[in-house]
T-cell receptor, first 114, second 115 residues
Framework: AQSVTQLDSHVSVSEGTPVLLRCNYS??????LFWYVQHPNKGLQLLLK??????LVKGINGFEAEFKKSETSFHLTKPSAHMSDAAEYFC????????????FGQGTTLQVKP | IAGITQAPTSQILAAGRRMTLRCTQD?????MYWYRQDLGLGLRLIHY???????GKGEVPDGYSVSRANTDDFPLTLASAVPSQTSVYFC??????????????FGPGTRLTVL
């Protein structure tokens, strides 16, 4: 069975410093992996997705994530945080045999301090 | 193009009452989903539909029912609401091709409070 664990429930960074949001997954199949962002009182928006074509995935707003099979990780990074990055981030896993079912992590709240 | 719309935006409901949350998409996506979001638990799948006329149970289906009479609409019904169903409900849709790595597109959510 698939599962995903976000290792930090809350991350606080200063504006202009790097962002690291950690995610580990467990999957019986070759996983599809996603990061979604949710701004306050908004729906979820896709940041990026792993398609197995390349292990380093670039997304919107300067975010990227690296798929590491040996570590079963899919950490999200950004070189320099902006105030607008403050939001809730979800790491998500889906079966390769696509039922469309997504398994969400618990979420990480990113706080960006001026 | 609106994408996915949900109604109502928010609702306060007495326990025992029946409630239907509405979801409509205009992207002609085959698959649709209902999730609930609770603090510290992320999003959990309630029900899904891979195509019009079919539905399936997700992780937390008890107390909820769905129907998919056409491609665009996917209403979620609480037959007799209970306080534990207080949550934020999100509808989503995806193309769901055969061996596709599917992106789900989410609606803005419905905040439901059951007293």
């Amino acid at each position: 069975a698939q599962s995903v664990t976000q290792l930090d429930s809350h991350v606080s960074v200063s504006e202009g410093t790097p962002v690291l949001l950690r995610c580990n997954y467990s999957s019986s199949y070759s996983p599809s992996l996603f990061w979604y962002v949710q701004h306050p009182n908004k729906g979820l928006q896709l940041l990026l997705k792993y398609t197995s074509a390349a292990t380093l995935v670039k997304g919107i707003n300067g975010f990227e994530a690296e798929f590491k099979k040996s570590e079963t990780s899919f950490h999200l990074t950004k070189p320099s945080a902006h105030m607008s990055d403050a939001a809730e981030y979800f790491c998500v896993v889906s079966e390769r045999v696509n039922t469309g079912k997504l398994i969400f992590g618990q979420g990480t709240t990113l706080q960006v301090k001026p | 193009i609106a994408g996915i719309t949900q109604a109502p935006t928010s609702q306060i409901l007495a326990a025992g009452r029946r409630m239907t949350l509405r979801c409509t998409q205009d992207m002609r996506h085959n698959a649709m989903y209902w999730y609930r979001q609770d603090l510290g638990l992320g999003l959990r799948l309630i029900h899904y539909s891979n195509t019009a006329g079919t539905t399936g149970k997700g992780e937390v289906p008890d107390g909820y029912s769905v129907s998919r009479a056409n491609t665009d609409d996917f209403p979620l019904t609480l037959a007799s609401a209970v306080p534990s169903q207080t949550s934020v409900y999100f509808c989503a849709s995806s193309v769901l091709g055969q061996d596709a790595i599917d992106t789900q597109y989410f609606g803005p959510g419905t905040r439901l409070t059951v007293l």
